[in-house]
């Protein structure tokens, strides 16, 4: 029965061990403003950001293939593009197609839904999202809104964002 109680024990302390190990090395890579492209873990695509200047989640995104710099918000209901940058991407709404009412901090306006073919922040593709244009007056960042983030897993914790697909 001792000899039992040994290897249970021996058992029990190897599979704390890796559990520690898995935590510590579990496919996440860590990131400021410029993705790395996360390590292969079984099948989950892992991006960890930290707070960046005034406490704010920032990403450098690829979004059509140009990259783009991006506040994450979880309060904006779209990705949301400055007409500068959305010019970048090839993409130049006309006046009348700002007919969808946006109310920000800033009063209510008026901005231009568009459509993305992809997104990707490291290595998390997410295809065709929704987006929003704003005039470059009304908007002073890019916004990686919930259009994005509701398709892909994400926890915040100690001060860290996590991304999943």
Do not use: C
């Not at 960046?52 to 949301?80: C, K, N, Q, W, Y």
């Not at 009412?101 to 997410?126: C, H, W």
Request: charged residues 20%.
């Amino acid at each position: 029965m001792f000899r039992f109680l040994i290897v249970a024990l021996v058992f029990l302390a190897a599979g704390v061990m890796a559990v520690r190990h898995l935590e510590n090395s579990g496919g996440t890579v860590a990131m400021n403003a410029t993705p790395a492209p996360a390590s292969s873990a079984a099948s989950a695509r892992n991006v960890v950001l930290t707070k960046g200047r005034g406490g704010h989640f920032e990403v450098e995104a690829r979004v059509d293939g140009r990259r783009l710099e991006f506040l994450v918000d979880t309060g904006a209901s779209h990705i949301a593009l400055r007409e500068s940058a959305a010019a970048r991407l090839g993409i130049y709404p006309r006046p009348s197609d700002y007919t969808v009412r946006v109310s920000t901090a800033n009063g209510v306006t008026k901005a231009a839904l568009v459509q993305l073919r992809t997104v990707e922040v490291g290595d998390i593709v997410v295809r065709d999202v929704a987006a929003i244009v704003h005039s470059d007056e009304g908007l002073s960042v890019n916004l990686l809104g919930m259009s994005f983030l509701s398709r892909v897993r994400w926890t915040h914790e100690r001060g860290k964002l996590v991304l999943e697909q």
